[in-house]
């Protein structure tokens, strides 16, 4: 069973039609890509798998049940993690804070709960601040972990949403443009990581990227979308030497 | 204890560090919805009187014992914070701001005409129970379950939220749940420091909790650093000496205050504290690095 099908996607704003029956399914444990060009779309499909909208046709189902109508608070405790195209941190708390509050999804301590100190809070408290000591050596930012986010730079900041987006034990990840203003070394360093997470947290991953090199090289499958239809979806090889995305998208970029 | 204390200190002295410490419990709340949880409210003196009046009736009236009666006006507070907290779901700073002075505004129009209230005349000889001990011991319980609960899971949330709405979903945070929350919690405090105002004074009456007060509260928590417990509670004690210092300066004082205002605003746009929480001084003193 695939761990994501979209049936029938599309989504208009006002007159426009910002994706037009978009049909996908990712398999569990792959990295499936999303390319094409600005404007396609690839940021409103997340933004509807991850609930911040409710698509005007089509449904998408997660683990074989239908998550259309659920806020996106409720997605994100089903398992579905993301980063955001232009980082959404939380600027004036700490780095460690920002991945402490990416677990609460996964936590359950309230109120009275915390404000008391009673057992449930204290339990998970120090499972998360183990968590967060994990992830946060994990993408490189131990050292700063008492530093506010926005202090960071910018591939530090990036590698900090992805580290807050794993908090959340997820079973999918979106990652928005996660390489967009990072440097070459920067984007090999990112490619590792990913591809760590992928094996040691059994993640499904689903990438929107304009980098070719890097979507070629870490994608198992990639879909392409243009003027927010689907003009291909397949293994990047086949991709890359397909006609229609070729005059669409590469061309254009070559 | 206040009869032994005012042996040896200036009654004057007294009664400013009880007000200093009513402040403080008014201001924490007010902290909780637009500091922590970026919530603009501008009517916060409105819990206030509600607290107040709702208590004072109840131990004049209704012979109510003054806990019982306390813990009444903060929950009746706390009840129209809910209320009031309802449409922050969909408004967002000046709205939010504008719907929370109407409140106030309608709060105080209805006191003006509510009978037993005493109208515009307001409540004289309520029992002067709040001692140096009830605010004081008051202040370290809020204190201490402030600080515990922002830096609990909930807590951080509520930061979360004041930074970034969309992000703290994708966090799995119920936005709309925590921010209503926030406004009961803050409002049950400013009930509190309502009632424990209106149980020093003797006397309250509609004026008391204006529009100005409701600016006074915010210019503590804004002044000390939004959302930090010391920011606010040193901008509470700031705040409640100043214009007390300004008496020389007689009817310039709402002038030198406002400079004064302006000025520290310039200078530390962020308040004096900035967002000072425990672990900026962790960083500082050098104790985070064996965690
Ligand atoms: N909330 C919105 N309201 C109106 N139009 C929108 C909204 N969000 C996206 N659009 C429009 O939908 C289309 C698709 O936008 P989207 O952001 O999904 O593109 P994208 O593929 O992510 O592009 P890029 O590569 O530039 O990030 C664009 O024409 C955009 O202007
Ligand atoms: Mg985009």
Redesign the interface.
Same mark, same amino acid.
């Given at each position: 069973m695939p761990i994501l099908e979209l049936k029938g996607i599309s989504q208009e704003f006002g007159g426009l039609r910002a994706l037009d029956s978009i049909d996908m399914a990712i398999e569990t444990g792959e990295i499936f890509g999303i390319i094409g060009p600005n404007g396609a779309g690839k940021t409103t499909l997340f933004n509807i798998i991850?609930g911040?909208y409710e698509p005007t046709q089509g449904e998408v189902i997660f683990n074989g049940g239908n998550i259309n109508r659920l806020?996106? %608070?409720q997605v =994100? @405790?089903q398992g579905i993690?993301?980063t %955001?195209q232009n980082i959404?941190?939380? #600027? #004036?708390?700490?780095v460690?804070?920002n991945i402490?509050? +990416?677990? %609460? +999804?996964?936590?359950k301590? +309230?109120?009275f709960? +915390?404000?008391?100190?009673l057992p449930l =809070?204290r339990r $998970? $408290?120090s499972q998360?601040m183990a968590e967060a000591m994990r992830l946060l050596e994990l993408v490189g930012l131990y050292d700063r972990?008492? $530093?506010y986010a926005d202090s960071l730079a910018y591939g530090e900041q990036r590698r900090l949403e992805i580290a @807050?987006?794993l908090?959340?034990n997820p079973t999918l990840l979106l990652l928005d443009e996660p390489a967009a203003g990072m440097n070459s070394s920067e984007k090999v360093e990112l490619v590792s990581l990913i591809r760590r997470i992928r094996e040691e947290m059994e993640l499904t991953i689903l990438l929107v990227e304009h980098d070719m090199n890097l979507v070629m090289n870490i994608c198992d499958r990639i879909a392409v979308l243009d003027y927010g239809r689907r003009i291909a979806l397949d293994t990047p090889i086949r991709v890359k030497n397909d006609a229609a995305v070729i005059q669409s998208y590469l061309g254009v970029e070559a | 204890m206040d009869a032994v204390l005012s042996q040896y200190i200036d009654p004057y002295f007294l009664r400013i560090i009880l007000i200093i410490g009513i402040n403080i419990i008014l201001a924490l709340g007010l902290n909780l919805i637009t500091g922590v949880t970026g919530q603009l409210s501008m009517g916060h003196a409105g819990f206030m009187s509600l607290g107040a009046y709702t208590s004072a009736i109840l131990t004049m009236n209704y012979g109510v014992a003054f806990p019982t009666a306390l813990l009444g006006g903060s929950l009746v507070a706390a009840l129209f914070g809910f209320f009031i907290g309802l449409p922050t779901l969909r408004l967002q700073g000046d709205y939010l701001a504008m719907v929370t002075i109407g409140f106030a505004e309608i709060i105080r129009v209805f006191f003006l005409n509510f009978e037993p209230g005493g109208k515009a005349v307001g409540l004289s000889g309520i029992p002067q129970e709040t001692t140096f001990l009830t605010v004081w011991g008051l202040v370290a319980v809020a204190v201490f379950l402030n600080a515990r609960l922002l830096s609990s899971r909930t807590g951080r949330a509520f930061y979360a939220i004041r930074e970034d709405e969309i992000a703290a979903e994708s966090c799995g945070v119920n936005t709309t749940r925590l921010k209503v929350t926030a406004f009961v919690l803050g409002s049950f405090l400013g009930g509190l420091g309502g009632g424990l105002y209106a149980h020093y004074m003797f006397y309250i009456d509609p004026q008391v909790f204006n529009f100005t007060k409701s600016i006074e509260l915010l210019n503590m928590v804004v002044l000390g650093g939004m959302g930090s417990i010391p920011g606010t509670i040193l901008g509470a004690v700031l705040l409640t000496i100043l214009p007390e210092l300004l008496r020389v300066v007689a009817e310039y004082r709402l002038m030198f205050y406002g400079a004064l205002l302006v000025i520290l605003m310039i200078f530390r746009p962020n308040g004096l504290l900035g967002d000072v929480r425990i672990y900026d001084l962790k960083k500082r003193w050098g104790l985070g690095k064996n965690k």
């Open positions: 991850t911040i806020p996106a %608070y =994100a @405790r993690a993301r %955001y959404r941190l939380f #600027k #004036k708390l700490s460690l804070d402490r509050v +990416g677990r %609460y +999804g996964v936590t301590n +309230g109120i709960s +915390g404000m008391l100190g =809070a $998970e $408290e998360t972990r008492w $530093e @807050r987006a908090a959340l | -």
